[in-house]
């Protein structure tokens, strides 16, 4: 069961999955054409934060695991795509959700993930160590 701060952190993520996946099928469907890789890495962030937001929900150690390495994958994906969005913007005529790290969403997008980290990080270390699994 999610509850203190974990709770604001699914809120987040289901907002923003909410809006990664209405802004891809809008995109995708109207305006594929114009930037095809721009739109279906929007369609990549709406499926991580979809996820996300399910491991979250679901709770549980493999749950966690899977939203950690997602967190991380995320993260990685708005680096890379949010620094080539600045080193070379000719590449996206289109945004996209990570675009500049997120700027059009506020640098939510960049913030989620080091946050989600550092929860899930932390919920787990506070857990009684009978609970925790070995390893």
Same mark, same amino acid.
């Given at each position: 069961?999610?509850?203190?701060?974990?709770?604001?952190?699914?809120?987040?993520?289901?907002?923003?999955?909410?809006?990664?996946?209405?802004?891809?099928?809008?995109?995708?469907?109207?305006?594929?054409?114009?930037?095809?890789?721009?739109?279906?890495?929007?369609?990549?962030?709406?499926?991580?934060?979809?996820?996300?937001?399910?491991?979250? *929900?679901? +709770?549980?150690?493999?749950? $966690? /695991? =899977?939203?950690?390495?997602?967190?991380? @994958? %995320?993260?990685?994906?708005?680096?890379?795509?949010?620094?080539?969005?600045?080193?070379?913007?000719?590449?996206?005529?289109?945004?996209?959700?990570?675009?500049?790290?997120?700027?059009?969403?506020?640098?939510?997008?960049?913030?989620?993930? *080091?946050? +989600?980290?550092?929860?899930? $990080? /932390? =919920?787990?270390?506070?857990?009684?160590? @009978? %609970?925790?699994?070995?390893?």
């Amino acid at each position: 069961m999610v509850a203190g701060p974990g709770v604001l952190l699914v809120w987040l993520y289901g907002v923003m999955s909410v809006g990664a996946v209405s802004r891809s099928v809008y995109e995708i469907l109207v305006r594929f054409d114009t930037a095809p890789l721009a739109h279906s890495l929007s369609a990549v962030a709406a499926v991580v934060y979809a996820f996300i937001t399910y491991t979250l *929900v679901r +709770g549980g150690d493999r749950a $966690r /695991r =899977a939203a950690l390495v997602c967190c991380a @994958a %995320e993260l990685a994906g708005v680096l890379i795509v949010g620094t080539w969005t600045v080193v070379e913007p000719s590449a996206f005529p289109d945004s996209t959700v990570w675009s500049a790290y997120g700027m059009g969403y506020v640098f939510i997008p960049v913030l989620l993930p *080091v946050t +989600g980290m550092l929860w899930l $990080r /932390r =919920a787990r270390d506070q857990r009684p160590k @009978a %609970e925790r699994p070995e390893g």
